[in-house]
């Protein structure tokens, strides 16, 4: 689908497009550019580094750029003649280096497209390495798919290059002033970065086999000694056995930064550089153990695992125990599937309670609770001065909070497409950006997301992303309603009676009408109905009037309130009613069979809270 210019100003006039005209992308990243004031009028970039500063640029990616550099130069034959240009720029969007067809550079720059240009979208908008830099996958961006009229000229596409843990280290991007390359420039461009990325993953090994031959001669010399070995990143590589008894599985070689002894109770006490040939490859660290028992995370015991809640007799039950207990053993992300009021968030707990994370936070989040605009703020966290209102040192975020233990995504179904673009670069790159905020933060979460909701009907109807989709139904767990499980309604009773000290019998006949009712709220409900009966009660033994407008004849099976029960408390009937539909006024109408617009003259005339 051709994209025409009216198409782009209408957009950046009116903020209107056709959707089914723009890849999902694309259209993403207008929202984003539009979002952050891009000027779509922008017809020459305008900051552009110093000599001086692209040189430090250059020196802080010399990896980057003698890796690159081969592959680079291996492309000069396909280049003549073509008008296109390459170009690689750093982690952050700063153009290192250009190299092609001299006329093209020249008309590059002419729009002050050259070395030392800094692209991003929250300055330039829309453009094939700034929005890969955004979504850290390859992209094409062709004409007017830039938000930019200065770019409207051009056709680039772009592929990140990635290290071996995954961060991003650069982009790489072939542009031209001509269409004909349309097909081949982005496949070019995904074949090479990838080239790179073996390339930096062989010379990243032979580094590592380097740290590790000198650290094997020098540990047989000092066995006493608490040593660490981390690459120059900081990753960790090794360790001595007396650090590794301490650190077990908690740590793991090359993909964890060092930051994290402390988080299992190991401080750094003295860092040496190892260098090689004038060559930095990594850092020697002496290590001590902090105070006993500190920051330490503890082993799971299997035989110990603990439901939060009552455990129920069902078969239907006893399943979902069993993948608790299997979610809880490994670390993976869970998506739990059921009705309101089945017990998503006891399940949660139950598997963060069980696993090697018990020890550090389980922090709940509510994706339906929240506006858009503060959602993200609520998720990432916010930089100092990020808004009005902010607070003076800034917040941490949920991830942040997070970190190390399990975050709960509830009504995940709820959370807006615009943010789960956002959670779906987190889970990829275990990394936040508060708001406001330019460097990522790392962030080791366990994620376990919830909702009433069929995610796969949501996919179908466009409502909810197909990879984020894939990405948290690694591993899932049904819980059935209770009305599937009905022969665990006595020992949820017992339950009740057990944890609020309602120290009674209770009758027989009436836990018949608790196991022949439907329970739409399922548990949720039923304790809710407990908790009203012990009130009415006065903590004595329930008796049937505490609860017959519930358990009549005619709605043991049906949602419909008997009005014989309470034909001269119309008022009690109207609240049970409002109960029982959750505060739809519509639909608590029809359960008591009154027209809308009375129960509305009657909601007010009796004064009743609908929520």
């Given at each position: 689908?051709?994209?025409?210019?009216?198409?782009?100003?209408?957009?950046?006039?009116?903020?209107?497009?056709?959707?089914?005209?723009?890849?999902?992308?694309?259209?993403?990243?207008w929202?984003?550019?539009?979002?952050?004031?891009?000027?779509?009028?922008?017809?020459?970039?305008?900051?552009?580094?110093?000599?001086?500063?692209?040189?430090?640029?250059?020196?802080?990616?010399?990896?980057?750029?003698?890796?690159?550099?081969?592959?680079?130069?291996?492309?000069?034959?396909?280049?003549?003649?073509?008008g296109?240009?390459?170009?690689?720029?750093?982690?952050?969007?700063?153009?290192?280096?250009?190299?092609?067809?001299?006329?093209?550079?020249?008309?590059?720059?002419?729009?002050?497209?050259?070395?030392g240009?800094?692209?991003?979208?929250?300055?330039?908008?829309?453009?094939?390495?700034?929005?890969?830099?955004?979504?850290?996958?390859?992209?094409?961006?062709?004409?007017?798919?830039?938000?930019?009229?200065?770019?409207?000229?051009?056709?680039?596409?772009?592929?990140?290059?990635?290290?071996n843990?995954?961060?991003?280290?650069?982009?790489?991007?072939?542009?031209?002033?001509?269409?004909?390359?349309?097909?081949?420039?982005?496949?070019?461009?995904?074949?090479?970065?990838?080239?790179?990325?073996l390339?930096?993953?062989?010379?990243?090994?032979?580094?590592?086999?380097?740290?590790?031959?000198?650290?094997?001669?020098?540990?047989?010399?000092?066995?006493?000694?608490?040593?660490?070995?981390?690459?120059?990143?900081?990753?960790?590589?090794?360790?001595?056995?007396?650090?590794?008894?301490m650190?077990?599985?908690?740590?793991?070689?090359?993909?964890?930064?060092?930051?994290?002894?402390?988080?299992?109770?190991?401080?750094?006490?003295?860092?040496?550089?190892?260098?090689?040939?004038?060559?930095?490859?990594g850092?020697?660290?002496?290590?001590?153990?902090?105070?006993?028992?500190?920051?330490?995370?503890?082993?799971?015991?299997?035989?110990?695992?603990?439901?939060?809640?009552?455990?129920?007799?069902?078969?239907?039950?006893?399943?979902?125990?069993?993948?608790?207990?299997?979610?809880?053993?490994?670390?993976?992300?869970?998506?739990?599937?059921?009705?309101?009021?089945?017990?998503?968030?006891?399940?949660?707990?139950?598997?963060?309670?069980?696993?090697?994370?018990?020890?550090?936070?389980?922090?709940?989040?509510?994706?339906?609770?929240?506006?858009e605009h503060?959602?993200?703020?609520?998720?990432?966290?916010?930089?100092?001065?990020?808004?009005?209102?902010?607070?003076?040192?800034?917040?941490?975020?949920?991830?942040?909070?997070?970190?190390?233990?399990?975050?709960?995504?509830?009504?995940?179904?709820?959370?807006?497409?615009?943010?789960?673009?956002?959670?779906?670069?987190?889970?990829?790159?275990?990394?936040?950006?508060?708001?406001?905020?330019?460097?990522?933060?790392?962030?080791?979460?366990?994620?376990?997301?919830?909702?009433?909701?069929?995610?796969e009907?949501?996919?179908?109807?466009?409502?909810?992303?197909?990879?984020l989709?894939?990405?948290?139904?690694?591993?899932?767990?049904?819980?059935?309603?209770?009305?599937?499980?009905?022969?665990?309604?006595?020992?949820?009773?017992?339950?009740?009676?057990?944890?609020?000290?309602?120290?009674?019998?209770?009758?027989?006949?009436?836990?018949?009408?608790?196991v022949?009712?439907?329970?739409?709220?399922?548990?949720?409900?039923?304790?809710?109905?407990?908790?009203?009966m012990?009130?009415?009660?006065?903590?004595?033994?329930?008796?049937?009037?505490?609860?017959?407008?519930?358990?009549?004849?005619?709605?043991?099976?049906?949602?419909?309130?008997?009005?014989?029960?309470?034909?001269?408390?119309?008022?009690?009937k109207?609240?049970?009613?409002?109960?029982?539909?959750?505060?739809?006024?519509?639909?608590?109408?029809?359960?008591?069979?009154?027209?809308?617009?009375?129960?509305?003259?009657?909601?007010?005339?009796?004064?009743?809270?609908?929520?």
């Open positions: 689908m051709i994209i025409t210019k009216s198409i782009w100003r209408r957009f950046v006039e009116e903020g209107v497009v056709d959707t089914s005209r723009l890849s999902n992308r694309i259209l993403e990243s929202y984003r550019s539009k979002k952050n004031n891009v000027n779509p009028y922008l017809e020459k970039v305008a900051n552009i580094l110093s000599n001086e500063d692209l040189m430090k640029k250059r020196e802080e990616n010399n990896r980057l750029l003698q890796l690159a550099g081969p592959y680079i130069r291996s492309l000069d034959g396909f280049l003549k003649g073509t296109a240009i390459l170009i690689l720029a750093d982690s952050e969007g700063y153009v290192l280096n250009g190299h092609g067809e001299e006329k093209t550079i020249q008309f590059a720059m002419d729009y002050n497209i050259i070395n240009v800094k692209w991003n979208e929250k300055e330039l908008g829309t453009s094939a390495i700034a929005t890969a830099l955004e979504i850290k996958e390859p992209i094409h961006v062709t004409g007017v798919e830039h938000f930019s009229k200065a770019f409207h000229n051009w056709t680039c596409s772009a592929a990140p290059i990635k290290n843990q995954g961060k991003l280290v650069g982009v790489l991007a072939i542009s031209t002033t001509r269409r004909q390359l349309d097909l081949k420039m982005l496949s070019i461009a995904v074949s090479t970065a990838y080239a790179i990325e390339q930096w993953k062989l010379h990243q090994e032979n580094e590592i086999l380097e740290l590790l031959k000198l650290f094997y001669n020098k540990s047989e010399k000092n066995p006493q000694h608490s040593v660490v070995i981390c690459d120059r990143d900081d990753y960790f590589i090794t360790a001595n056995s007396s650090v590794l008894d650190i077990k599985d908690e740590i793991k070689e090359y993909k964890t930064q060092i930051s994290k002894l402390e988080e299992i109770g190991l401080k750094e006490m003295k860092r040496v550089p190892i260098l090689m040939n004038g060559k930095l490859y850092y020697e660290i002496l290590v001590a153990k902090k105070h006993e028992n500190k920051g330490k995370l503890q082993v799971n015991n299997e035989s110990a695992f603990e439901f939060v809640g009552k455990e129920g007799k069902s078969e239907k039950f006893k399943k979902v125990i069993n993948n608790l207990k299997k979610a809880a053993k490994a670390d993976i992300t869970v998506y739990i599937h059921g009705e309101s009021g089945t017990g998503k968030e006891n399940a949660a707990k139950t598997i963060h309670l069980n696993s090697n994370r018990k020890n550090k936070p389980f922090i709940v989040v509510n994706c339906g609770s929240f506006p503060l959602l993200e703020s609520e998720l990432f966290g916010y930089e100092e001065g990020a808004f009005t209102g902010a607070r003076k040192n800034g917040h941490k975020g949920k991830f942040e909070q997070a970190n190390g233990g399990t975050l709960f995504l509830d009504e995940i179904g709820d959370m807006p497409l615009s943010m789960q673009v956002a959670l779906l670069r987190v889970l990829q790159e275990r990394e936040v950006v508060p708001v406001g905020g330019s460097e990522a933060r790392f962030v080791d979460v366990r994620i376990v997301t919830a909702t009433n909701k069929r995610l009907r949501l996919v179908e109807e466009g409502k909810f992303r197909k990879d989709f894939y990405r948290l139904n690694v591993f899932n767990i049904d819980l059935p309603a209770l009305r599937e499980r009905k022969e665990d309604i006595p020992s949820l009773v017992d339950y009740f009676l057990t944890t609020k000290n309602w120290n009674v019998t209770f009758p027989a006949h009436l836990l018949d009408c608790f022949n009712y439907h329970w739409p709220g399922n548990i949720r409900e039923l304790f809710n109905v407990l908790e009203k012990k009130v009415l009660a006065e903590d004595g033994e329930p008796q049937s009037h505490h609860f017959t407008p519930y358990f009549s004849q005619g709605n043991m099976r049906t949602n419909s309130i008997s009005l014989n029960h309470y034909k001269n408390n119309e008022k009690e109207m609240i049970i009613a409002l109960e029982q539909a959750e505060g739809n006024v519509t639909k608590a109408a029809g359960l008591i069979e009154m027209p809308v617009s009375t129960f509305y003259r009657k909601l007010n005339k009796y004064k009743i809270a609908r929520g």
